[in-house]
């Protein structure tokens, strides 16, 4: 069975910077596009950024440019890198897994079937 496994989340103060992993079995790691989603209280969850199997980004204006993803493919990790990191962007933070992602979806949370069970990201002011 597919697993996801986050880490790397905690608190931090505004400006500040963290780097997400999410550990990815029971997969062929390379057959999948991954993405982070992140759910901030009282919000829907929201696309944050993703990359495809070719390692294709896609990002998202909401973070304007300080997050980056990257994958491992030989340690089956795929990573989020934060900088510069604000009150806005304290949520649970969540990998998504799929083999099958049109490039036009990359970025809903329908596309995925497979998902991590969250990490905590705070940022204090």
């Known amino acids: 069975q597919v697993r996801l496994v986050e880490s790397g989340g905690g608190l931090v103060q505004a400006g500040g910077s963290l780097r997400l992993s999410c550990v990815a079995s029971?997969?062929?790691?390379?057959?999948?596009?991954l993405s982070w989603f992140r759910r901030a209280p009282g919000k829907e969850r929201e696309f944050v950024a993703g990359?495809?199997?070719?390692?294709?980004?896609f990002n998202t204006d909401s973070v304007s440019g300080r997050f980056a993803i990257a994958r491992d493919n030989a340690k089956n990790t795929v990573h989020l890198e934060m900088t510069a990191l604000n009150p806005e962007d304290t949520a649970v933070y969540f990998c998504?897994?799929?083999?099958?992602?049109?490039?036009?979806?990359?970025?809903?949370?329908?596309?995925?079937?497979?998902w991590g069970q969250g990490t905590q990201v705070t940022v204090s002011s």
């Open positions: 998504a897994a799929d083999s099958q992602v049109r490039f036009t979806a990359v970025r809903l949370a329908a596309s995925y079937d497979y």
């Open positions: 029971g997969l062929t790691f390379s057959n999948y596009v």
């Open positions: 990359i495809t199997q070719g390692g294709g980004k």
